[in-house]
Structures are given as C-alpha cells and as structure tokens.
C-alpha cells in the first residue's frame, strides 16, 4: 500500500487516480498509524514552502516522514513535496524543510534569463544526471513532463538525477537512497509520468 500524505495541501485525488492507473494500491491518509504501516510514501503539495512546512511540522507528520525515510521506507516528493525533502526555503523569508537531502530552494529568478516567465509551467524534457535513475527505468532521457513552479532546489549535486533547461539547467529530479522527488507533476504529464509514478511504486523496485 501507498500512503499519499494529506497535510492540506496538494492535488490529492488527481495523484491517486493516476496511481489507481498503473495499479497501484493507494491511500490518502493524515493518519500517522497508516503511514507507518504503508509500504512507500508519497508526499504531494502544491502553494508556498511556508504554509506546507508549517502545516506538516504541526500536525506531527513532519517526524514522522523523517522517521520513516530514516529507517529506509522509499519516499517521493511532488513538486512543493520534493522541496520540502530539503533543509530550508528562502521563498518569503526562510523557512525549514525536513533536511532528509542537502541543499536549499531558492528563487528561479536567481539564476533564469530576465526575460522568462516565472513560474515555469508547462512541457519541457528532462536531461539525466549521472548514472540513470531507478525512478526513470520506464522513460527516455528527453522525455517531456509538466512543470509548475518558481522556485527550485540548489546545492544538491549529490541527489540530482534529471535537470530541465529553462535559460539554465534547473533541478527536475532528485534521488539518493530511499528518497526520490520530482519538481515536475508526474500526475500531469502523461504516459511518461505514469511510467514514473509506475516505477516507484511497483514491487521489488524501488
């Protein structure tokens, strides 16, 4: 069983029909007994890095990811979900992540050209990082997926595994251990995100 963590914010219903698709057996859940017990995680969010944080660290559920992930569970992080993997934000001041991977997000507006539009939404193809990803054993190097967002995690040489180019090579994937994210929504992106969410969840897999 898969345990979608329900914190307030994210795009539930959508991920889980998606992984209903690849045959995955599912629960969207804010019960720390459920997640405990569930054979991954996914940690979804859409909104600003303070909100979630807050949300997640209050409920109680923030230690229990932590625990969870430390003990080796595999873990995915969805758009603010992969953020929050990190150790802090500086998206309206600076907020803390749950420190399970290095590295901090930051601003796109750092490092684009001026002339872009921020947030970044929409298709744009992935480029591998390193050796490839478990994550990506289903999809091709330059494949395309759905991207909302406008901030990005910098400073994660040692989790990185897919980069997408928006003026400059912006962080798409991370994974290292047990713990993956994807900046992009596999849940939009069609039979490319399918075959992610489908890699992470099958059995034996990852």
């Known amino acids: 069983m898969i345990a979608i963590i329900d914190y307030g914010v994210g795009n539930l219903f959508s991920l889980k029909s998606s992984l209903a698709c690849v045959g995955a057996d599912a629960i969207v859940t804010n019960d720390a007994e459920t997640i405990k017990s569930?054979?991954?995680i996914i940690l979804p969010g859409v909104g600003a890095f303070k909100d979630a944080s807050d949300k997640l660290f209050s409920s109680g559920l923030a230690d229990v990811v932590i625990s969870e992930a430390n003990n080796g569970k595999p873990l995915l992080g969805i758009c603010l979900g992969m953020q929050m993997l990190f150790e802090k934000s500086y998206e309206y001041g600076?907020?803390?992540?749950l420190g399970l991977l290095k590295g901090e997000i930051k601003p796109l507006s750092d490092v684009i050209d001026k002339n872009l539009k921020i947030p970044h939404i929409g298709w744009n193809s992935l480029k591998f990082?390193?050796?490839?990803?478990?994550?990506f054993k289903y999809i091709n190097e330059n494949d395309?997926?759905?991207?909302?967002?406008?901030?990005?995690?910098?400073?994660?040489?040692?989790?990185?595994?897919?980069?997408?180019?928006?003026?400059?090579?912006?962080?798409?994937a991370v994974g290292k251990n047990n713990i993956f994210g994807c900046q992009f929504?596999?849940?939009?992106?069609?039979?490319?995100?399918?075959?992610?969410?489908?890699?992470?969840?099958?059995?034996?897999?990852?």
């Open 94 to 97: 600076e907020s803390k992540g």
């Open 129 to 135: 990082h390193g050796e490839k990803s478990p994550l």
């Open 144 to 172: 395309y997926v759905y991207f909302v967002h406008s901030f990005f995690a910098s400073g994660c040489d040692d989790s990185l595994i897919a980069t997408a180019e928006y003026s400059a090579d912006i962080t798409a």
């Open 185 to 206: 929504h596999p849940e939009k992106s069609g039979n490319v995100g399918l075959n992610i969410l489908r890699a992470f969840c099958e059995k034996g897999g990852i």
């Open 38 to 40: 569930a054979e991954k």
